[in-house]
């Protein structure tokens, strides 16, 4: 598309001089519509190399206020980046709601070099550009302004910045490898961009081409186009999305109702069975540790239903260098402005770790959809953007094993009495269990939708039947060890 | 997608019956409520032959009141049809606001079906995709709810849907040999279908899958998807849209001011050339027709510009049985009640014909914008919608040749005046001419930013100099010769 694409005309300096001083002036009204409306705004600048990104944006935001955006030049991913899934980068640098947050290159630059130079395949590559389009339609989705720029230049005038560049000792390091590496191979990187900018030129993120042969005239195109945008979005703040059925093969769960839960473990068996299966897990937690597997141990249940316990048990397998549990309360104020996935996505373990979530993002499609805490165009479309995330991590190369804990409603009762009643065990009973209790069946409800719908190939729920909590530790132990064996030992 | 799509599960027959009365019942009170809020919603149904697709349309409508819908069953295009761009059929069927309109199959059997039977090859595929892409998404922008449906069998299910059908002679008309041939190739249609369904899975227009192994349940299933997606749509009624830049290659042009007028033309030259030049004309028409190349003529211009007296020497060349004039009005009510180009997609030739607009869709982004007929969001995406549309025409074959007639203020005045002045002309002048001439530096902004936009390399628009107006007819007739000349006698 950008190929086609015929630059409008620059208008003559005064002209120009005067659009900028009102699109400037403009932009910095909108800082605090957007923070009124509460409207989470990303900019995201790609283009070739010297195309004059870094000087727009440097002009841009003079006129900003530097408590209301953030920028990131996003060149290279970190050594603690790279041990995350591609995108993490990205996600875990979205603005909060009402506020800027401006990206010097971005996902595409970086897959479209990796591309390029052969470092992935093209069904990788694929793979990625699905990947990146689930990303900016969840953004969207859930209520953020993604506006993309490409700043374009030609081939000539591309050589001729870089050599300006290099002869200047106080620029020179502004020019790398890649940049003239992508200069030399102007068309193929060309060919490469047009197919990227067509492939992901979507409604919900659309892609606007700057003409950056002269600063301010890119600039003001840029605030332009910027202030349209933002303008366009925060006419739709709120509203409502279409939700996409789910087209992940899913693995069949029984409803909870269906669930037996008069399994038993006899101490002795017990005690045998959990130390052999711990020194299993320890073994393996140490293979993974080395082929660099990223394991990811999600954990949702009734409350008392003993998943404080069963994650002990679990954890007393392993390492502490190579594992961390995530015990997940109300998200914090700066969580809650974001994405709700994204206080999930910031917690992700590296390669080769164990991350065990006690609770989990499951929370969209339990309690805040039963509290209202979300509306239920939100929580509807959670089951799909959930599998999407799940699916990211799948690829990235995780071992995904989400845990239902169940007990019935009796077993409930007498532990919460029992907690009432033990001194030391109050402090595990509150005033909200007791409410939580009074909505059981609204819970099951979610509880099986949930499960129906989440339970995919790649990231299955498993169930623990809790009522004997011993049964359900070694059981929870027997599927990780199993996952993980699977995993190591067997063909993906 | 639809490939890793598992079906969820079927409720058993009690509550399948239960939530089937409560859909049906549902999706009756939306009659109202699209009523009301003024929603078209065109519903698109696909899938194998047999899928049970217009059983379950023919169910469905059973609650719905004939006069709030319509069902279109689209097999074959006539041949009426066919000497038309591919869309024409299915835009000429969208809803008015406020009703449904259902497909009983659609632009994708058309086109997936000539891809595989290889009638068009993989490129003339990709920019049919390209177009329905386009097409779907101007119908969402322009406030249309577009729902598309998959109906899914197994091949086993569909061989032994069709022997039963043929076995009947009451079905076996049913039955037809795309049948069979899908069948007998199931796997090589599913992959395409497949590759189709992901490349048109659209925000703005998202497929659905529907389990078809019963007919109940493909009804439930399609029914609680349909209400769902209509109170989605309800409640964005309205909901200005992204911007997209213009991607096609544009054709430099002067501003109005810049245009100079003082070209005359004597009598005798006058004559002389005219009758050459429509001699001319008068040969290509007859080729025109006979090489099936349609031909768009588009006039635009100030009032008392002298359009009718140039349309009239160039139709004068014309044998009536190949071309028709369409002086443009204000949109009836039902032509207002739909996407606004809907009036001259309706409007255009049959392949080898030639149609001349007086007034054509650029109204939208002249007299609709000045007067507020539509809002700013809709005109200032209608440059790309409009620059779409001709491509559309172009693929399809069209010549399109685009003319503003230009006169300047004073001229104006003095035919306006003459107007007034002579009985016989008295019924040209109206006092909205007189308003409208108030408002000319406004409407020549708007021109320019037309002139500006619109003029792509492959629909042009040509400035005709009409003070003297024999001068601008000669030149209409010539660019029309040029053009047509290029185009038979030319690489395209």
Redesign the interface.
Known sequence: ??K???K??KPDEEQLNQRLEEARLQLAKRQQMIKEKKLPVLVVMDGWGAAGKGSVLGRMIKNLDPRFFKTFTLTKASEEEKRRPFLYRYVSKIPEAGKFVFFDGSWMDEVTRQYLKEVISKEEYEKRLESIRRFE?QL?DNGYLVVKFFFQIGQEEQKQRLKLLKKDKNTDWRVDKWDEWQNKHYDRCMEIYDKYLDAT????A????VDSKNRKWAELQMTE?LI??ID?AL??VG????????????V?MPLLSEVSLDQTVADEEYRQELDKLQKRLSQLHNELYHKKIPVIIAYEGWDAAGKGGNIKRLAAALDPRGYEVHPIASPEPHEKSRHYLWRFWTRLPKDGHIAIFDRTWYGRVMVERLEGFCSE?DW?RAYTEINEFEKELYDWGAVIIKFWVQIDKDTQLARFTDRQNTPEKQWKITDEDWRNREKWDQYEVAVNEML?KTSTEFAPWYILESNDKHYARLKALRTVVDALEKRLHQKK
Chains 1, 2 share one sequence.
């Open positions: 598309m950008i086609e694409w015929v409008s005309k339609r969207h030129n979507q409604f919900i659309p892609w606007y081409f186009l349209q945008s366009i006419q739709n509203s409502p999305v279409p939700i996409l059925q789910n087209t992940f093969p899913l069949k165009n509807q129906q």
